[in-house]
């Protein structure tokens, strides 16, 4: 597999994240949004850039399980913050509130017709996890489906629906969006040492497209 991967390095990586997002938006495509609180601000730009997302079919890399409208919903997050400020296409929401086993499925179902996905944006967890695919979980091997269920092994402590790796590395474009002095490590070992199922982040490497990490100063100190 392709092991490069472009770092960048931002004063605002939302920024620069959220350029990236609405470039995409305006070519149309699948675009992949995740979890997790550092890309909020990544949307906000993204959607004050580009008004027009009708020509994108969005979908997410991982959701908590929990109703859309609780407060730790990965959908929830990415409505306020861009949905409900763009004209909109398609919306692939992964319906947490229907638990691990039926929402991974729904989902898998729903993806069954795609070939393949153009963006992918993830962040990484201070444990190195990127979407829920923890360390050193079974999930980590699972080649047969593109959606499982999963526990999750940091907060919160509710159960996860997750992309599994092969539709990630299958994507033409991963960006990582990673922010903060508490995922200095986190992002040294994803980006700069070897792969291991240790730190997922190193395992996903886009086969045929890009891979980009961007971010900020005090998450970049040990690159
Ligand atoms: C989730 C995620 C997860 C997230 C990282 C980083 O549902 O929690 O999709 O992979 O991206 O945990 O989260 P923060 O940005 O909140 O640190």
Sequence with gaps: MARHIEIVVAEHPAQVVGE????AAR??????LTGGSTPRLAYEHAAELEPDW?????WWSDERCVP???E???????????LDRVTLGKVHRIRGELGRDEGAELYEEELRSLDRLDLVLLGLGRDGHIASLFPNQPTLDVTDRRVVGAEAKLEPFVDRITLTLPPLHGASEVIFLVTGADKADAAKRAFADDPSRETPGSLVRSIRGTTTAVLDAAAAAKL
């Design 20 to 23: 990236r997002l609405a470039a």
């Design 27 to 32: 070519l149309g495509g699948h675009i992949v």
């Design 54 to 58: 009708s020509a994108t079919e969005l």
């Design 68 to 70: 859309p409208d609780d």
């Design 72 to 82: 730790r919903s990965n959908y929830g997050m990415a409505k306020t913050a861009l």
